[in-house]
């Protein structure tokens, strides 16, 4: 079993920045990368981006690329959501998670509980 934990999440003002973090609590061949979905009240469950932990290689949703950066430490196992220029459709629950490097969530194999990021206008 894996286990994965968010954090970071809070309430910031359109233009703002926020840093989310995820540990996992470890690394297995068949969870390769790191993702990041974001989920709206009412609506899906959306890809956002998603790193290789072995090259750090990162990959982004068009509504997020410029804005967002994802990175990693690999010996720490952590994973960092860079989050810029906030607007108020930024505002989700999002969600890490541990799995093949896709922007399919259900290639993913293990989740976290989510941490809520809430962009004011």
């Known amino acids: 079993q894996v286990q994965v934990v968010e954090s970071g999440g809070g309430l910031v003002q359109t233009g703002g920045s926020l840093r989310l973090s995820c540990v996992v609590s470890?690394?297995?061949?068949?969870?390769?990368?790191m993702g990041w979905f974001r989920q709206a009240p009412g609506k899906e469950r959306e890809y956002v981006a998603a790193?290789?932990?072995?090259?750090?290689?990162?990959n982004y949703a068009d509504a997020v690329k410029g804005r967002f950066t994802l990175s990693r430490d690999y010996a720490k196992n952590t994973g960092y959501l860079t989050m810029n220029s906030l607007k108020p459709e930024d505002t989700a629950v999002y969600y890490c998670?541990?799995?093949?490097?896709?922007?399919?969530?259900?290639?993913?194999?293990?989740w976290g509980q989510g941490t809520q990021v809430t962009v004011s206008s």
């Open positions: 998670s541990v799995g093949a490097y896709s922007y399919k969530a259900n290639l993913y194999r293990y």
């Open positions: 790193i290789v932990w072995s090259d750090g290689s990162t």
């Open positions: 470890r690394r297995t061949s068949s969870t390769p990368a």
